[in-house]
Nanobody, 122 residues
């Protein structure tokens, strides 16, 4: 179970960095993905990173604005959110049990940990 943190209130056009950590397990061997769920909408996968960091994929709504990365020494995965828009308002989650390569099909049947809420104001 992974835990996301770092959410908060940010103005449109601003930046925010989310963190994903796991207690009691190493993330090094796992592909990790970020998901989000906006109010009244279904959860959607937005980005993934392979265990080696060779592959980093993004869905169209966030491509060019968000950057995924990982730090093995800190056992963490990050999502740098730049140029945020009001439509980025959502609860953000991170999850493993993904297959991130040349393609990625978000897998939703995972054990979800606590998300972190991001609110973008105009």
């Amino acid at each position: 179970q992974l835990q996301a943190s770092g959410g908060g209130l940010v103005q449109a056009g601003g930046s925010l960095r989310l963190s994903c950590a796991a207690s009691g397990s190493k993330l090094d061997s796992y592909d990790i993905a970020w998901f989000r769920q906006a109010p009244g909408k279904e959860r959607e996968g937005i980005s993934c990173i392979s265990a080696s960091s060779r592959y980093k994929l993004y869905t169209d709504p966030v491509k060019g604005r968000f950057t995924i990365s990982r730090d093995g020494a800190k056992n963490s995965v990050y999502l740098q959110m730049n140029s945020v828009k009001r439509e980025d308002t959502a609860v953000y989650y991170c999850a493993t049990d993904q297959r991130c390569g040349t393609t990625w099909y978000p897998y939703y049947n995972v054990r979800w940990g606590p998300g972190t809420e991001v609110t973008v104001s105009s």
